[in-house]
DNA sequence: AAGCCGGGGCT
DNA sequence: AGCCCAGGCTT
């Protein structure tokens, strides 16, 4: 259903709409004829009937930011993993920390879509912290293969590890004890103190500050808006159920203070929304100009051994791009340039190369195929510190490697 | 303060 | 296919 919304019609007459389809500024007290909108959720989004009507005030209106907000919350919470139920709530249980905590950065830049069906996974083979830091390191880096931002896996092993061994296996209760902890910053520190010790902490992730950018209506870009963002955030954080305020926050951002497109119609707190009265909560928060990404060259070199089929693997060293993931062996990526195999044999050009889009370039890799005698395949894994595998695809890859499997099946 | 780190969803 | 999104660490 793709209808639009006409700025003005008679009274009386209804539309019906995807609200994804909506412009905002249609809904804005602005308009010549006041818009009246009822919306129930409809499968993935929301439906909504729309209807021309006068409507008694169209301006902003007294509310109470955080009532507002945990009463909201109380009705739509999202039911996730993660989260103790509103009965569990009621009766004052606290969520586990270990599972806030790998929840928060497993949450870090990456969306609830992706996170939930593999925290479910994580936290079947690792239950407990103690269980995490007793892991070996490279069990932890293959259970977060396809996630990203390795690092963060590598910090969360380290981080399980101080928890497990300096802190008796119960995390640190306030927000500068956990802000010491590796993997642990001023974000993940706030969202733990508040949702697992009941802290009143100032919560600020990218949701908070687009929220908190139209609430207020900030129109500085970010990031130099960062300090005011943070200011009013901390004017409306209550020091009752400040870990669902916070949660209430970010899924309201999440939901429908989102960054394109926001569903005011259904905003608990449209009627305090300073942007939403300008008609301008589509444009906020702005944001400086980032610079293009350059695009690498390189190879990728797919050697399999003659006698079993089995495919050569590396580890990569800790710092860095993809650090300490299993690899197929590359060349240095940049300019383009005739790459140095690491072995001489009868090479094939996959008719395909890999495209591949990291945080800060884009990758351009051809693919070469080979194979070799068992006798230059162990000087290989010696002089390459590299390993054998005959399965390649169940071995916790990085996506753009995955994609070289891909590449090679086609 | 600025640059380094993936990957997925939406248009 | 291109654009948008976004915490922590390092330098």
Redesign the pocket.
């Known amino acids: 259903m793709t209808a639009s919304i006409p700025d003005a019609a008679p009274c009386g007459t209804a539309y019906r709409a995807r609200w994804?389809n909506l412009v905002p500024t249609r809904l804005s007290p602005c308009i010549p004829v006041p818009v009246y909108a009822v919306a129930r959720q409809a499968g993935a989004g929301y439906q909504l009937d729309f209807a021309f009507l006068p409507l008694p005030e169209t301006s902003m209106a007294p509310v109470k930011i955080d009532a507002a907000l945990l009463d909201w919350y109380d009705r739509h919470a999202r039911d996730l993993p993660w989260r103790t139920g509103p009965a569990a709530r009621k009766r004052g249980a606290r969520p586990d920390p270990y599972r806030v905590w790998l929840s928060e950065v497993m949450l870090?830049?990456?969306?609830v879509?992706?996170v939930t069906p593999r925290y479910q996974r994580f936290l079947e083979l690792f239950p407990t912290v103690e269980a995490l830091a007793a892991a070996p390191v490279e069990a932890v880096l293959a259970e977060w293969?396809?996630?990203?931002?390795?690092?963060r896996a590598r910090?969360l092993h380290k981080c399980a590890r101080a928890v497990a061994g300096e802190h008796g296996g119960n995390f640190p209760q306030t927000e500068e004890g956990l802000r010491a902890l590796?993997?642990?910053?001023?974000?993940?520190?706030a969202a733990i103190a508040a949702i697992a010790f009941d802290e009143p902490a100032v919560v600020m992730?990218?949701?908070i500050?687009?929220v908190m950018a139209r609430l207020f209506a900030v129109e500085t870009p970010l990031p130099d808006a960062k300090p005011v963002l943070r200011g009013h955030a901390a004017s409306l954080t209550p020091d009752k159920r400040p870990g669902d305020y916070a949660q209430a926050l970010m899924d309201l951002?999440a939901t429908i203070c989102t960054?394109?497109?926001p569903a005011c119609v259904l905003c608990p707190l449209r009627g305090g929304c300073a942007a939403q009265a300008l008609g301008i909560q589509g444009d906020l928060p702005r944001?400086k100009k980032?610079a293009a990404k350059p695009t690498r060259f390189g190879t990728v070199f797919h050697i399999t051994r003659q006698s079993d089929g089995a495919v050569l693997l590396v580890r990569r060293p800790d710092?860095?791009?993809?650090?300490g993931m299993l690899a197929f062996p590359a060349s240095e990526w940049g300019e383009k340039a005739d790459p140095e195999p690491p072995v001489r044999t009868d090479w094939q050009i996959a008719s395909e190369s890999v495209r591949?889009?990291?945080?800060?370039f884009h990758l351009e890799m051809d693919v070469w195929q080979g194979q070799v005698g068992d006798e230059l395949a162990s000087k290989l894994e010696e002089s390459l510190y590299g390993r054998w595998t005959d399965d390649p695809a169940g071995e916790g890859l990085?996506?753009?490697f995955r994609k070289v499997l891909k590449v090679l099946e086609d």
Do not use: S
Request: proline residues 6%.
């Open positions: 994804k870090q830049q990456t969306t879509a992706t293969a396809g996630l990203g931002y390795y690092a910090n590796p993997g642990i910053g001023a974000y993940t520190a992730d990218g949701n500050e687009r951002g960054p394109r497109n944001k980032k710092k860095g791009l993809l650090g591949h889009t990291f945080t800060h990085p996506t753009v």
